[in-house]
């Protein structure tokens, strides 16, 4: 037993050093403007299971770089859903956005459905359990202070305090729920295609109900056989093959 939890020591230490090194080696190559090659380190660490949003962010800035603007959009997306406070993704992602073809304007929402999602998307539900998690751990801890203190104004203090990280702790539960069912129940992709005609059904012989081009994010809906139900940003709905797609 104590050989294999060495043994398994030793190639969790492997891993990160070859991860580490491979990772040093991306960032040189971006840095001497081998694109190209910095591309191949961070799409090789992925390829070996790691989901970081560093890395997703720094493959997102060699495709900006060599203009593949589609797979520059798709990894900020990659990188945001990790790490939604990634105000420098946010703002590549952005200026990607802004070399492609379809500028789609979102349907108006209502504004206070607008600010629950802006709040809850500042962190993955993830970190929002963590959160919950600190605030409840201080409840107690200051329930404990207000039990035991024999000071009027600490049982004050205390109870004042812990009511509030119960009321942070409940507030934070209702984001971070909202942040999960989004994280688990909205399905996004990004158009991998020059152009491609969306169908009204999932037959190559429907009529074509509009038209989409590469970097356009879309919404996943439902799937039959070879064929995705895809919804975009201004509410238009569709049919596209499954293969004209790559999922965020």
Partial sequence: MKKFIT????VLIAFHIYSNKTFEYGNEMYNAQHYNKAIEAFEELI???IEDPVVYYNLGNCYFKIQKFPSAILNYEKALKLDPSNEDAIYNLSLSKGQIIDKIEELPRFWLSKMLD??????????????????LILCLIWIAVFIFSDRVLVKKIGILLAALLLLSAFI????GNRQFLKDSTQRFAIVFQENVYIKNAPSQQSS???ILHEGTKVEILDKVGQWLNIKIADGKIGW?????IRAI
């Fill in 47 to 49: 390829n070996s299971g």
């Fill in 7 to 10: 043994s398994i020591l030793w």
């Fill in 208 to 210: 074509d109900a509009f």
């Fill in 118 to 135: 802006n709040i809850s998307g500042l962190m993955h539900s993830n970190t929002w359990a963590k959160v919950i998690n600190a605030c």
């Fill in 172 to 175: 934070g539960y209702g984001l």
């Fill in 240 to 244: 596209i093959k499954a293969e004209g």
